[in-house]
């Protein structure tokens, strides 16, 4: 028995419902799994860069307290060292040693500045550059030491200085830990302002 066209209808309506309903379901089954591929991608992104993010912070601590180590010495040796140039003939601490130590310490801290600088988050990023700050300011008062005359060199602005680097080192702590306590999601970071 053979069905007339019309009778054919709801069959072909059936089937083409039927194929429609699988492939929008098969689409949205797709989507869901893509977002969720995604998210999870994102989610270990985020794991991989608090671990790198961890690595250079715990590597900069020590670096800067060497840095300050080192400069201290440096001050602690600052008559001997005006013994010894007034033995070669100049009386004053030139300039040029200061900057040289000055540069030499810089170069050993520089680059873990930097590669806190560039893995964040952007508090981190900014207590970072506050570390770099406070030397510059160390850095500045050494030189400006070093072309007084040796009676009158005032180790209290000196003294001060290193406050306010201990204040910044305290400063890179905390935005540390704000950015290591935060959970890895599947949100995307604020781009640096």
Known sequence: MMLAMSDQWPIILTAALGL????????LQHRENRGQS??????????????????????????????VKDLRAFQYRWEETLEHQAEVGEGFLPWYL????????????????????????????EAAEGLYEAFRRLRQVMEEQAQREPSVVVWETWEAELGRAAIARHNFQLACIWG???????????PYG
């Open 180 to 190: 290591l306590r935060r959970t890895p999601s599947a949100e995307v970071e604020e």
């Open 98 to 125: 200061v900057e040289k130590k000055a540069d030499e310490v810089l170069a050993a801290l520089r680059p873990h500045i930097e590669l806190c600088e560039l893995l964040g988050p952007q508090g981190v990023n």
């Open 20 to 27: 429609t309903s699988t492939f929008g379901l098969a689409f």
């Open 38 to 67: 995604v998210g999870q991608a994102s989610i270990e992104h985020g794991q991989w860069l608090r671990g790198r993010r961890q690595e250079a912070y715990t590597a900069l601590f020590p670096a800067w307290d060497a840095a």
